[in-house]
């Protein structure tokens, strides 16, 4: 089957790549351009390890087919620092033992990073409901919400 | 330091530094099963049995072989033969031999260029089938008229009379159970069933294999042994142990579920036919197919209590269905079942059931949550009918030290008072419920494991160290290590890096299983960073001149001790590693031994439950655990096994089940199907740590990964039934389920 | 001589002794007794045995040591998840 060109945009950086018509968005992330941060746990949507952002928008790349990508903006877990400076999430992800074996880890901080974008200042509930579709089986997710919204106090102090 | 000088004032241990992996976990580079890569590597593809029971009549694998891009397909045929014992029944399950036992059961397997080709290629693969009767039902497994699966399994405990199903057998208990049932002033007999569930880590079995025809080979993959992953593979393939190295992979979840093999054996088969790398990676409909789920179980308890709450006897029947292969966890069962009570009179009895499922493998205290759920549903309904509190009952009763277990030998010291003396006393107990709410508690057991560990501590010439361990780090067992190295040396904590070596670089471990890796990894640290110290204590004696034994180790230096060693400046131990190359070589403390003082673990949960009488649903509005550690080493790790374990328990409770159709084929083999709690099913999960050290370990741990599964099911079941106002035999309690039993209830 | 309690499913093995007595100094001496005094007990020995000496259950060591008043149960092997 031949391949298809697409050219788009990966934490910033202009990539290009070929793709079988079948492939998707997580199989070209982690085959093709080798990140593989984002990480297939069920491959139907269902479990949010593999959650990516597209031009903002929080998705499942799982769901998303590689070729979709064309002209987009791709933002995975791999570009959530800055250079050497953690992102408030990620450093209260590890002060709070809010991971335990950290597979889901990477979907959680994409969809928490595109929560606190939308909302600064999430409830319990709020945080609870944005988070329904990431699986984590391993912490109860009392130490994920709990990071989530120390770091959602800081990020608005410190704005 | 003995093992009976137990330390108990930590400079460390009981810290919450940062894990030193989490850099890593949260920016994506940690590197999991699936994430691994080799030069010209291939990609494998699993053709699995569609049917519960079948003979294989035949495999036609001519078209996939002739497809573009494939470069080998293997069945039974290219595995090692003559395989007996646990080995064959791996080698079994891994890929079936004449009979496809399970729907889900592989039966041959192809690798090609691509994932894509290999799923194709997978499709061309013709198997012929003759269809077998099958029953996935435990209690329709032992009736006379089921199929029998595979005669002849059944082992030399199995008493006469049995149907050919059931091939194990387990007794136990002590005292005269009639005689005590005669003293009691109520008796409750009742039967209760749990359906199996899976441990759903989110991370599917994936691997990386690389064999050669010269019987050399490379596995990485995530698993939670991979010395056994050697052992079982080179069995399977039929090379020499040592001749495979096994690196484990970051994992993404266990939960005992990681304890075995599954296609690690496959893609080495693969690998050595194509002679190329083969990466292998499960889906999800795979993981729930054809990996390992707990026993479906069938109960009947029966307990006699006296009016002011003592238990007179206590007999319990527990039938575990496992999968098509021998090895269902019965005999955990019955041993713990009636553990957490000082029992005169009790016995148990369990049956090990084979049907058309996949064989079960461990999920967190293997056995145990099932019997909590029928035992303790038992003893909230002795306690509703002689209006007892059911926490004073349980404290009336509970084991204690020197207490015969239900299961035989004396207890040593344990916890189990003090956890149910912090739920008397928890704020969570008096609290008021609200309209239609039910309050539940359980006690909950699990024996611990210490097993076989190797530990490698190797000094560094700056004074830093590095300790090699050989337990999969599951849930944060690197910062762990860390600190009881650092308590130990007396070094910061920042100074010491654990890596999980590979099996070609430290001596045999035993899997991270049975909550052990704290314990015997700890102690195994522990023990190597004595033997270090026990070394520069002999440096520096040798650079001042004096006897060994007046050397001591304090605070990170080596210091002169006692009225000859004269007076020295402290020598850190930077400075007596500087030089070890001079002064009689490197610098280690290893450790090697089979530790034997795991020390048993006692919890009680405490769990609010609000039913939704229209609609049969339940939500958990308040949650405590409570649960003895013996010694918290990072206390936020312990309670994320607490709450961990908690959530795990209220899914079983609640939701998760294997639904097999009339035509045994499982219905919810993907993640929206089974569905695990999510962040808004659950509530904050209060956690209260209990501190009984274990005088088994040199700080006291026991430890805590298992027994937090145990009492969910029967806290939230009487939750459940007191909420609801009527008893609840079967798990999950999904609303149809509750639905009905209200219905039945009038 | 050491009081060995076995868990009472092996009954059937033993002519009906849940309690039997061997010679042995060691865990290993009290299983490779038990085999010599009850040949039948080979089986169930053979597929995995923990023994609890005076309630400290040991899962594999055979040269644990045992003496005539230590408290001795056989039970099966222990793992976990």
Same mark, same amino acid.
């Given at each position: 089957?031949?391949?298809?060109?697409?050219?788009?945009?990966?934490?910033? %950086?202009?990539? /290009?790549?070929?793709?079988?018509?079948?492939?998707?968005?997580? %199989?070209?992330?982690? %085959?093709?351009?080798?990140?593989?941060?984002?990480?297939?746990?069920?491959?139907?949507? %269902?479990?949010g390890a593999c959650s990516v952002t597209i031009d903002g928008r929080l998705v499942c790349s799982c769901l998303v087919l590689g070729a979709e990508a064309e002209g987009k903006e791709i933002a995975t877990v791999e570009g959530i620092a800055e250079g050497d400076t953690l992102h408030p999430l990620q450093r209260k992800f590890i002060e709070h033992a809010a991971l335990q074996c950290g597979i889901c880890t990477p979907g959680i901080l994409v969809a928490a990073k595109s929560l606190l974008e939308k909302n600064p200042n999430p409830t319990e509930t709020e945080v609870r409901y944005w988070l329904a579709g990431n699986l984590c089986r391993c912490t109860g997710y009392d130490k994920i919400i709990r990071a989530v919204m120390d770091a959602a106090?800081?990020?608005? /102090?410190?704005? | 330091?003995?093992?009976?000088?137990?330390?108990?004032?930590?400079?460390?241990?009981?810290?919450?530094?940062?894990?030193?992996?989490?850099?890593?976990?949260?920016?994506?580079?940690?590197?999991?099963?699936?994430?691994?890569?080799?030069?010209?590597?291939?990609?494998?593809?699993?053709?699995?049995?569609?049917?519960?029971?079948?003979?294989?009549?035949?495999?036609?694998?001519?078209?996939?072989?002739?497809?573009?891009?494939?470069?080998?397909?293997?069945?039974?045929?290219?595995?090692?033969?003559?395989?007996?014992?646990?080995? +064959?029944?791996?080698?079994?399950?891994?890929?079936?031999?004449?009979?496809?036992?399970?729907?889900?059961?592989?039966?041959?397997?192809?690798?090609?260029?691509?994932?894509?080709?290999?799923?194709?290629?997978?499709?061309?693969?013709?198997?012929?089938?003759?269809?077998?009767?099958?029953?996935?039902?435990?209690?329709?497994? @032992?009736?006379?008229?089921?199929?029998?699966?595979?005669?002849?399994?059944?082992?030399?405990?199995?008493?006469?009379? @049995?149907?050919?199903?059931?091939?194990?057998?387990?007794?136990?208990?002590?005292?005269?159970?009639?005689?005590?049932?005669?003293?009691?002033?109520?008796?409750?007999?009742?039967?209760?069933?749990?359906?199996?569930?899976?441990?759903?880590?989110?991370?599917?079995?994936?691997?990386?294999?690389?064999?050669?025809?010269?019987?050399?080979?490379?596995? +990485?993959?995530?698993?939670?042994?991979?010395?056994?992953?050697?052992?079982?593979?080179?069995?399977?393939?039929?090379?020499?142990?040592?001749?495979?190295?096994?690196?484990?992979?970051?994992?993404?979840?266990?939960?005992?579920?990681?304890?075995?093999?599954?296609?690690?054996?496959?893609?080495?088969?693969?690998?050595?036919?194509?002679?190329?790398?083969?990466?292998?990676?499960?889906?999800?409909?795979?993981?729930?197919?054809?990996?390992?789920?707990?026993?479906?179980?069938? @109960?009947?308890?029966?307990?006699?209590?006296?009016?002011?709450?003592?238990?007179?006897?206590?007999?319990?029947?527990?039938?575990?269905?496992?999968?098509?292969? *021998?090895?269902?966890?019965?005999?955990?069962?019955?041993?713990?079942?009636?553990?957490?009570?000082?029992?005169?009179?009790?016995?148990?009895?369990?049956?090990?059931?084979?049907?058309?499922?996949?064989?079960?493998?461990?999920?967190?205290?293997?056995?145990?949550?099932?019997?909590?759920?029928?035992?303790?549903?038992?003893?909230?309904?002795?306690?509703?009918?002689?209006?007892?509190?059911?926490?004073?009952?349980?404290?009336?009763?509970?084991?204690?030290?020197?207490?015969?277990?239900?299961?035989?030998?004396?207890?040593?010291?344990?916890?189990?008072?003090?956890?149910?003396?912090?739920?008397?006393?928890? *704020?969570?107990?008096?609290?008021?419920?609200e309209q239609g709410q039910g309050r539940g508690i359980s006690c909950g057991f699990w024996f611990n494991h210490g097993g076989e560990t190797s530990v490698s501590l190797a000094l560094s010439e700056d004074g830093t160290v590095q300790v090699s361990v050989g337990t999969p780090d599951i849930g944060g067992s690197r910062a762990s290590m860390a600190l009881m190295a650092s308590e130990t040396l007396g070094i910061p904590y920042e100074n010491i890096r654990v890596t999980i070596a590979d099996t070609a670089t430290l001596g045999y471990n035993d899997v991270s299983h049975g909550s052990r890796v704290t314990y015997a990894s700890g102690l195994a640290t522990i023990k190597a960073a004595q033997a270090a110290i026990a070394e520069m204590c002999k440096?520096?004696?040798?650079?001042?001149?004096?006897?060994?034994?007046?050397?001591?180790?304090?605070?990170?230096?080596?210091?002169?001790?006692?009225?000859?060693?004269?007076?020295?400046?402290?020598?850190? @131990?930077?400075?007596?590693?500087?030089?070890?190359?001079?002064?009689?070589?490197?610098?280690?403390?290893?450790?090697?031994?089979?530790?034997?003082?795991?020390?048993?673990?006692?919890?009680?949960?405490?769990?609010?439950?609000?039913?939704?009488?229209?609609?049969?649903?339940?939500?958990?509005?308040?949650?405590?655990?409570?649960?003895?550690?013996?010694?918290?080493?990072?206390?936020?790790?312990?309670?994320?096994?607490?709450?961990?374990?908690?959530?795990?328990?209220?899914? +079983?409770?609640?939701?998760?089940?294997?639904?097999?159709?009339?035509?045994?084929?499982?219905?919810?083999?993907?993640?929206?199907?089974?569905?695990?709690?999510?962040?808004?099913?659950?509530?904050?999960?209060?956690?209260?740590?209990?501190?009984?050290?274990?005088?088994?370990?040199?700080?006291?741990?026991?430890?805590?990964?298992?027994?937090?599964?145990?009492?969910?099911?029967?806290?939230?079941?009487?939750?459940?039934?007191?909420?609801?106002?009527?008893?609840?035999?079967?798990?999950?309690?999904?609303?149809?389920?509750?639905?009905?039993?209200?219905?039945?209830?009038? | 001589?050491?009081?060995?309690?076995?868990?009472?499913?092996?009954?059937?093995?033993?002519?009906?002794?849940?309690?039997?007595?061997?010679?042995?100094?060691?865990?290993?001496?009290?299983?490779?007794?038990?085999?010599?005094?009850?040949?039948?007990?080979?089986?169930?020995?053979?597929?995995?045995?923990?023994?609890?000496?005076?309630?400290?259950?040991?899962?594999?060591?055979?040269?644990?040591?045992?003496?005539?008043?230590?408290?001795?149960?056989?039970?099966?092997?222990?793992?976990?998840?």
């Amino acid at each position: 089957m031949s391949k298809i060109h697409v050219t788009t945009t990966v934490n910033g %950086d202009e990539t /290009e790549f070929l793709c079988d018509p079948r492939e998707t968005l997580l %199989d070209v992330l982690r %085959d093709r351009l080798n990140l593989t941060g984002a990480k297939e746990g069920c491959g139907t949507g %269902d479990c949010g390890a593999c959650s990516v952002t597209i031009d903002g928008r929080l998705v499942c790349s799982c769901l998303v087919l590689g070729a979709e990508a064309e002209g987009k903006e791709i933002a995975t877990v791999e570009g959530i620092a800055e250079g050497d400076t953690l992102h408030p999430l990620q450093r209260k992800f590890i002060e709070h033992a809010a991971l335990q074996c950290g597979i889901c880890t990477p979907g959680i901080l994409v969809a928490a990073k595109s929560l606190l974008e939308k909302n600064p200042n999430p409830t319990e509930t709020e945080v609870r409901y944005w988070l329904a579709g990431n699986l984590c089986r391993c912490t109860g997710y009392d130490k994920i919400i709990r990071a989530v919204m120390d770091a959602a106090t800081e990020m608005r /102090e410190a704005s | 330091m003995a093992l009976d000088d137990r330390k108990s004032d930590f400079t460390f241990v009981g810290t919450r530094p940062d894990r030193p992996d989490g850099l890593d976990k949260v920016t994506g580079r940690a590197k999991f099963g699936a994430d691994a890569v080799a030069p010209g590597m291939l990609f494998g593809a699993i053709v699995r049995s569609p049917h519960a029971h079948a003979r294989i009549v035949k495999i036609d694998t001519s078209k996939a072989e002739a497809m573009k891009g494939v470069k080998a397909v293997v069945t039974r045929a290219d595995f090692a033969t003559g395989l007996t014992g646990e080995f +064959w029944n791996v080698q079994e399950n891994v890929m079936a031999g004449d009979t496809a036992l399970y729907d889900g059961h592989a039966v041959a397997a192809v690798a090609a260029t691509s994932a894509l080709d290999a799923r194709d290629a997978a499709k061309l693969i013709e198997v012929e089938y003759e269809v077998l009767p099958h029953v996935t039902d435990v209690d329709k497994a @032992m009736a006379a008229d089921a199929p029998v699966i595979r005669d002849g399994t059944a082992d030399g405990s199995v008493p006469e009379g @049995m149907h050919p199903n059931v091939v194990r057998y387990h007794e136990s208990g002590h005292g005269d159970v009639a005689a005590g049932f005669a003293e009691a002033d109520l008796v409750i007999e009742d039967s209760f069933k749990t359906e199996a569930t899976h441990q759903g880590y989110i991370e599917p079995h994936a691997c990386l294999a690389s064999l050669g025809a010269d019987g050399k080979g490379e596995l +990485w993959c995530t698993t939670q042994g991979h010395w056994y992953a050697q052992k079982h593979c080179a069995a399977l393939l039929g090379i020499e142990t040592s001749q495979l190295r096994v690196t484990a992979s970051e994992i993404g979840g266990g939960f005992g579920g990681k304890t075995t093999v599954f296609i690690e054996p496959v893609a080495l088969a693969l690998s050595r036919k194509a002679n190329r790398p083969v990466k292998l990676v499960m889906s999800r409909s795979e993981v729930l197919r054809a990996t390992g789920p707990t026993s479906s179980t069938s @109960m009947d308890v029966k307990i006699g209590m006296k009016k002011d709450g003592t238990i007179t006897a206590a007999e319990g029947v527990f039938r575990l269905q496992g999968g098509a292969f *021998p090895g269902a966890p019965m005999e955990f069962t019955a041993m713990c079942a009636f553990a957490p009570y000082a029992l005169e009179n009790v016995r148990q009895v369990g049956y090990d059931v084979i049907a058309n499922r996949p064989k079960q493998a461990a999920y967190r205290a293997p056995g145990s949550p099932m019997a909590a759920f029928a035992v303790e549903s038992v003893i909230d309904l002795l306690c509703q009918e002689l209006d007892l509190d059911p926490v004073e009952v349980r404290l009336k009763n509970a084991s204690k030290k020197g207490t015969k277990a239900s299961y035989g030998p004396r207890f040593d010291d344990i916890g189990l008072v003090e956890c149910l003396e912090a739920a008397r006393d928890h *704020p969570h107990y008096s609290a008021p419920l609200e309209q239609g709410q039910g309050r539940g508690i359980s006690c909950g057991f699990w024996f611990n494991h210490g097993g076989e560990t190797s530990v490698s501590l190797a000094l560094s010439e700056d004074g830093t160290v590095q300790v090699s361990v050989g337990t999969p780090d599951i849930g944060g067992s690197r910062a762990s290590m860390a600190l009881m190295a650092s308590e130990t040396l007396g070094i910061p904590y920042e100074n010491i890096r654990v890596t999980i070596a590979d099996t070609a670089t430290l001596g045999y471990n035993d899997v991270s299983h049975g909550s052990r890796v704290t314990y015997a990894s700890g102690l195994a640290t522990i023990k190597a960073a004595q033997a270090a110290i026990a070394e520069m204590c002999k440096r520096a004696a040798a650079k001042w001149g004096i006897p060994e034994d007046a050397v001591k180790w304090e605070d990170g230096c080596a210091v002169p001790s006692g009225p000859n060693a004269g007076d020295f400046e402290p020598l850190a @131990m930077a400075d007596i590693t500087a030089d070890m190359g001079a002064t009689g070589g490197p610098i280690s403390g290893h450790f090697e031994a089979t530790p034997e003082g795991a020390g048993v673990s006692f919890g009680v949960h405490i769990v609010d439950a609000q039913v939704d009488p229209e609609t049969g649903k339940t939500s958990i509005p308040r949650y405590t655990v409570i649960q003895d550690a013996g010694k918290a080493v990072h206390p936020a790790y312990v309670e994320g096994q607490f709450q961990g374990g908690a959530a795990q328990g209220i899914g +079983w409770a609640l939701n998760e089940e294997y639904i097999y159709g009339e035509d045994g084929r499982l219905q919810n083999a993907v993640f929206l199907d089974y569905r695990i709690p999510v962040a808004s099913d659950l509530p904050m999960i209060d956690t209260v740590i209990v501190e009984v050290p274990n005088p088994g370990h040199p700080y006291g741990v026991r430890g805590v990964g298992e027994t937090g599964i145990v009492p969910p099911l029967a806290a939230i079941a009487n939750a459940v039934s007191r909420a609801a106002g009527v008893r609840m035999h079967e798990l999950p309690m999904s609303p149809p389920r509750i639905l009905a039993a209200l219905k039945a209830d009038g | 001589m050491v009081e060995v309690n076995l868990w009472s499913g092996l009954r059937s093995l033993t002519g009906g002794k849940q309690v039997v007595e061997v010679e042995a100094s060691t865990v290993g001496e009290v299983l490779s007794g038990l085999v010599k005094a009850y040949p039948q007990l080979k089986g169930p020995i053979d597929a995995g045995v923990s023994v609890a000496v005076d309630g400290r259950i040991i899962a594999s060591g055979l040269t644990e040591p045992v003496s005539a008043d230590s408290e001795v149960y056989l039970m099966q092997r222990l793992k976990g998840g």
